[in-house]
């Protein structure tokens, strides 16, 4: 099964344990939550885990209604207990690699590390399934661990987020920015770049074209 390890407890346990801590990952989720309007009333996130997006953008729109996915039964316990008392959030058991559940429409669609996992053709549809979702005007932001061009720069990047590259996630399948923006201009995005980029962690964003934010 794909991303299989996020199926264990021991490999969330770890993510969680150690999600604060990857360098710079405050700096770039400070440049998506800029990005996003705080007038966005519906958002969605792509691969949730334990909703830390989502109480991050909370913070300054409390008046936002969010949908978070994921298909790892502790990680939807974990985004479920954190947001007990919000009713404001729903949490919604879904495998990325199917096709987008029927949800209705978004001002902002949103994912944090975890489209890495699929693989690059499902990545492909996936972008495509988030622009027919989005409002016009809606953004879709996708906080991401992106490849490096050369293998150097890959255990670069491992040395300097001080993992050991056997702690790699078995099902990454990284793939660089320049595929990814080029796809999300194809499909229809508007204002297409990379907001923010440390090593192997990038953030893409692409907007729906319409009605000015
Ligand atoms: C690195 S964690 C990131 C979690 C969260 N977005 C964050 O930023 O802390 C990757 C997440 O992607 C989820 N994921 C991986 N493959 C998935 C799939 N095929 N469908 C849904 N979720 C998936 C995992 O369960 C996990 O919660």
Redesign the pocket.
Known sequence: M??EE?TTAEH?DR??QR?DEYPRRAEGESVLLEQVPRGARRIL?????????LALLRVDRPAMVGVG????AL?LDAARARFADDPGVEIVE????QPLPALGRFDAVL????IH??EHERKRSLYGEVFELLEPGGIFAN?E?VASPTRRLHLAFFAAIGEPLEHE?P?DRLLDVESQLAWLREIGFDDVDCYWKWLETALLIGVKPGIQR
């Open positions: 794909a991303s996020w969330v993510y969680l999600a996130d792509l691969g949730t885990g334990d909703g830390r997006l996915l994921d298909f790892s990680m879904h495998d990325l690699v994912s944090s590390m975890a996992h699929l906080f661990h996630d099902s």
